[in-house]
Nanobody, 121 residues
Framework: VQLQASGGGLVQPGGSLRLSCAASGSILSINDMGWYRQAPGKQRELVAGMTSGGSTNYAESVKGRFTISRDSAKNTVYLQMNSLKPEDTAVYYC????????????????WGQGTLVTVSS
């Protein structure tokens, strides 16, 4: 069971990127899925999260620019990033919490491998 992220790259300021992250393996359910990022010399921070019920939360710095969405049937989470700024440059990690592989078993926390987003002219 693992998370596989994709969609990072180099984009000019003001541009857009869409990140995807799919959970593979035999999974019964996932509670929360989200995206974190870590810029050089900084701590990892939450960018956006989404519960299984559809509730979302965003970092103040990305509100109005980024949108998280989720396809629960495919165990996939997306991050649409618009109006990108140089300060959005970071390695973006997807995260899944409350991952249950079978009934009555402990839940897991999964992290993706990280995908680099560089915003530069």
């Amino acid at each position: 069971v693992q998370l596989q992220a994709s969609g990072g790259g180099l984009v000019q300021p003001g541009g857009s990127l869409r990140l995807s992250c799919a959970a593979s393996g035999s999974i019964l359910s996932i509670n929360d899925m989200g995206w974190y990022r870590q810029a050089p010399g900084k701590q990892r921070e939450l960018v956006a999260g989404m519960t299984s019920g559809g509730s979302t939360n965003y970092a103040e710095s990305v509100k109005g620019r980024f949108t998280i969405s989720r396809d629960s049937a495919k165990n996939t989470v997306y991050l649409q990033m618009n109006s990108l700024k140089p300060e959005d440059t970071a390695v973006y990690y997807c995260n899944a919490e409350g991952v249950r592989l079978a009934r009555f078993t402990p839940t897991l926390i999964l992290w993706g491998q990280g995908t680099l987003v560089t915003v530069s002219s």
